[in-house]
């Protein structure tokens, strides 16, 4: 079946420093990736997302990479800040059909002061 | 405006009874998804409503589970004769249509099988 496949799945970094979390997924029919960050006890709240028909995105300080021919995606996030510190889940989706979603296990973010 | 809400915030029942959770969508959100998530891990895809009707139950683990919406909002998601092994946050998403649109998540519920 599908799969999405996320690392590291804990990652610590200094204030300042970059952050990238990457993963892969299996079905090739995917052409939708969303990144969420959830923050303790919270609902996950979507911060950037790429289409299939894109290679790259950015946003401010966040930006997402897709490389379809070899199935996987990248968040990286620059200039890190304690508040970006959550847990980061990436997930694939597919417009065949069904709009099924899949997500990954997550990356747990610590940014130290 | 208001956004996805879920009700209750909290449920503790018993191996072996029933259960409903209830979702409340964004107005106008055509598309509804259940997912279920345990400690430490991602969200686990349940069903997927556009309007009506599920598009996509595949992610439903047995027949224990099932979900409805019948006027194309609300949705309420059942367990019947609940396991240990289901006690998990169930969440619920809208979004605007199914064309891998921004979901917007509830706060979810957390259900715990004694």
């Known amino acids: 079946g599908e799969n999405v496949e996320q690392h590291p799945s804990t990652l610590s970094v200094q204030e300042g420093d970059s952050a990238v979390i990457k993963c892969t997924y299996s079905d090739s029919a995917s052409n939708y990736f969303p990144w969420y960050k959830q923050e303790l006890g919270k609902r996950p709240q979507l911060i950037i997302d790429?289409?299939?028909?894109?290679g790259e995105k950015k946003d401010q300080r966040i930006a997402v990479t897709l490389n379809k021919t070899a199935k996987h995606f990248s968040l990286h996030i620059t200039e890190t800040q304690p508040e970006d510190s959550a847990v980061y889940f990436c997930a694939a989706s597919t417009g065949t059909g069904g709009f099924k979603t899949i997500f990954g296990a997550g990356t747990r973010l610590f940014v130290k002061a | 405006g208001a956004g996805v809400s879920q009700t209750p915030s909290n449920k503790v029942t018993e191996k072996g009874k029933y259960v409903e959770l209830r979702c409340d969508p964004i107005s106008g959100h055509t598309a509804l998804y259940w997912y279920r998530q345990s400690l430490g891990q991602g969200p686990e895809f349940l069903i997927y409503?556009?309007?009506?009707?599920?598009?996509?139950d595949s992610g439903l683990p047995n027949d224990r589970f099932f979900a409805v919406r019948p006027e194309g909002s609300v949705s309420t998601l059942k367990i019947q004769r609940t396991e240990r092994g289901d006690s998990a946050v169930y969440l619920c998403a809208s979004s605007l249509s199914g064309a891998n649109n921004e979901q917007f998540f509830g706060p979810g519920t957390r259900l715990t099988v004694l």
């Open positions: 790429i289409r299939s028909n894109v």
């Open positions: 409503f556009q309007g009506t009707g599920a598009a996509d």
